[in-house]
């Protein structure tokens, strides 16, 4: 009984002293998009439902459907009353509305997920790409370099890129993939092409099938759609894929290595935490790294317990270097 | 002699139009009650979604627009006894003629808005000239291949967009149109624009042209009863392929005027939906194009309406899908039970 007491007590004492630091006024927050219901837009969902969970904040979330005439309207009905402190945004095919509206509400606080745009009052959420690719290149670069003695490895010490269009952000993640790879092997070769669109399967099909003919061992994707096709053919191949933004293991089970994750759930709640603890979030570049777990590589079950135990450690080692700035990684530009 | 701009039977019409409204309606509301929402609320939200103040009816008659343009196309057609299941397709193939033609060409202001809409009439008549001879010459039931028509011309403007002519960087859409082929816009505050004058314009036109020219009359009684018109002297496949293409043409220029006046770009799916929204508010307003104003507003509004709903309320905006679903069976079911009642055989559609 003494015990419970004291529990409650201290519950009491916690909850009065943690009350202070929250803002005065209970954050409202919203959040528009298309896409809550699959892959990248499901963890922001994650997210933002921990945050309502933790900090009691309110939320609003709204599905933008698939009209374009609607966008504007969705905006400026969020907007308008000035009752949302953030509103979270994600999708490209609502920059358009995104920034005719935030023009017109200039006092209107946006957070724009995944991406940076031209306008200065908004608040981007924006992913270091370079480190979690320099880690996925350590990896396939660390099995590559297991050879024939592996499951589905020959003695090429080659790995793969497809890369959906030749632009500098998907640059930035060849860039930090060539550069882990060459760190933990430095006699590994990266062969890399560009598909030169987001939106073609069969091209990315293609192209990792090509790689994978050539003696290329794990590819990664880093192409949207066509990335698809690069999941593919590593099963009509057999051999390893990796995957990139979500957790793509399921796609096809057993000779997918592992997924870069960009973890939009850590993002939004970190910024709804900032904004919370009386920290206001001003317009700008945030950038989610190694450090803050907003990037990261997940291994898939299935392959890692083949792995041997290493590796894993190896990986481990190298991301707290990269999180300690031991390891200085070049971006792309 | 008929002289009205209406329909006859008008009253048994609106009627049985209205009983199914009440009936759908009353549906709605018990779905909203068993959504934990008051029926009241949703109402009311609802209604200041779509005419809260200038800029809310503005948002209105911006949604109405499509769907109007789109309805009147189908009314062309079900006059003419051909169902146009196609203005879907022809809106997409419209709107990237137009847009196509805003961004390629650089023209003098006002002659480059008519060259861009003369193409979006054209593509939406081009798609549906092949199902359109199909069906005179072979008897191909429209229905079916201009569904599928629709499939490609979605597709083929996706690939259009994203191959050929996609803008550098972002999101699949081609470059902005050129300023000059802008729409003007109605007010400072919306993007209202003539294209909703060219809508009641054409409504008003269409109605006049069935009622009044010979030309018309020709291809309601084509519509109505093809042995009677053929009999008469009418040629029917020449009248069918013309109501099928001038139906087509409207499709394209709703399409047009989507993206030259609202969007001033063409975006890979851009507009779904639109041409089967135009066609219920056809069936609904009975073939009428002056009632396919009155329904094209009404779906307008619930459009504009739940885009309220949705950040206000927690009901979700597809609450309106539903209930313009169950309009769309209450209609149904009176029309059918009309048409039980003077069965004669000859018609395919009575309108």
């Known amino acids: ?333 | 002699m008929k002289t009205a701009l209406l329909p006859d039977g008008l009253i048994r019409t609106l009627a049985g139009q209205a009983l199914a409204f009440v009936v759908a309606l009353s549906l709605g509301a018990v779905i909203i009650l068993m959504i934990d929402e008051s029926p009241i609320a949703v109402f009311m939200t609802l209604m200041r979604g779509a005419f809260g103040d200038a800029e809310k009816i503005a948002g209105t008659l911006l949604q109405t627009t499509p769907i109007l343009i789109c309805g009147i196309a189908a009314c062309i057609g079900l006059r003419g006894g051909m169902f146009n299941v196609g203005i879907e397709g022809q809106l997409f193939l419209g709107g990237f003629a137009a847009a196509w033609v805003g961004f390629a060409f650089a023209l003098p202001p006002f002659v480059h808005i008519i060259v861009a809409v003369a193409c979006a009439i054209l593509a939406g008549a081009a798609w549906v000239a092949i199902p359109a001879y199909f069906r005179v010459r072979y008897g191909t039931n429209e229905v079916v291949s201009t569904i599928l028509a629709n499939y490609i011309a979605v597709l083929l403007t996706s690939y259009f967009t994203i191959f050929l002519f996609k803008r550098p960087g972002g999101w699949s859409e081609t470059p902005p149109i050129l300023p000059t082929a802008y729409l003007p816009e109605l007010f400072s505050f919306s993007r209202l624009n003539i294209g909703l004058l060219i809508g009641l314009f054409l409504a008003i036109a269409t109605a006049a042209f069935f009622r009044w020219a010979s030309a018309g009359y020709a291809a309601t009684m084509v519509g109505s009863a093809p042995k009677f018109a053929e009999y008469g002297g009418i040629n029917v496949r020449k009248v069918g392929f013309s109501v099928l293409l001038a139906s087509g043409a409207v499709g394209g220029l709703a399409g047009g005027i989507e993206t030259l006046g609202v969007h001033h770009r063409f975006m890979e799916g851009f507009a779904p939906g639109f041409g089967f929204d135009g066609l219920i508010a056809a069936l609904l307003a009975n073939g009428s194009p002056i009632g396919t104003i009155f329904t094209a507003l009404f779906f307008g509004a619930l459009r504009a309406g739940s885009l309220l709903l949705e950040v206000d309320t927690t009901a979700s905006r597809e609450i309106i899908t539903v209930i313009q679903a169950l309009i769309i069976l209450a209609v149904s079911a009176d029309l059918m039970m009309r048409r039980r009642g003077d069965r004669t055989g000859e018609r395919r559609w009575k309108f």
């Open chain 1, 1 to 333: 009984m003494k015990n419970f007491t004291q529990i409650l007590a201290a519950g009491v004492v916690l909850a009065a002293s943690a009350m202070p630091s929250f803002a005065a006024e209970k954050v409202n927050v919203a959040a528009i998009s298309g896409y809550f219901a699959q892959g990248f837009g499901v963890s922001i969902v994650e997210g933002l439902n921990k945050a309502k969970a933790d900090f009691g904040i309110d939320l609003k979330l709204v599905d933008t459907g698939n009209r374009a005439l609607d966008y504007e309207e969705q905006f400026s009905n969020l907007a308008k009353t000035g009752e949302y402190d953030l509103i979270f945004v994600m999708g490209w095919e609502l920059v358009d509305a995104l920034q005719k509206v935030s023009a017109a509400y200039p006092n209107q606080r946006f957070v724009f997920i995944d991406g940076v745009l031209d306008s200065d009052k908004i608040i981007y959420a924006s992913f270091a790409e370079e480190q979690g690719s320099f880690i996925a290149g350590a990896l396939a670069a660390l099995v590559e370099n297991l050879g024939p003695e592996f499951d589905k490895i020959g003695d090429g010490k080659a790995i793969g890129f497809v890369g959906g269009r030749d632009i500098p952000v998907i640059r930035n993640f060849l860039g930090g993939y060539e550069q882990g790879a060459k760190y933990a092997v430095p006699d590994v070769k990266v062969n890399s092409v560009f598909a030169g669109t987001f939106d073609d399967p069969a091209k990315g099909s293609e192209l990792a099938m090509a790689l994978y003919g050539q003696g290329t061992d794990i590819v990664y994707n880093v192409a949207g759609p066509t990335g698809e096709g690069v999941m593919q053919a590593s099963a009509a191949a057999d051999k390893y894929s990796l995957g990139v933004d979500v957790d793509m293991c399921s796609s096809a089970p057993g000779n997918v290595l592992a997924s870069m994750l960009k973890r939009g759930d850590i993002a939004v709640y970190s910024i709804i935490k900032d904004e919370v603890e009386g920290k206001a979030v001003k317009p700008g570049v945030r950038t989610f790294d190694l450090a803050s777990g907003g990037v990261e590589v997940k291994l898939c079950e299935d392959v890692a317990a083949k792995l041997p135990a290493e590796i894993p450690a190896k990986l481990e080692e190298i991301r707290k270097e990269v999180v300690d700035g031991k390891i200085a990684i070049t971006k792309a530009k």
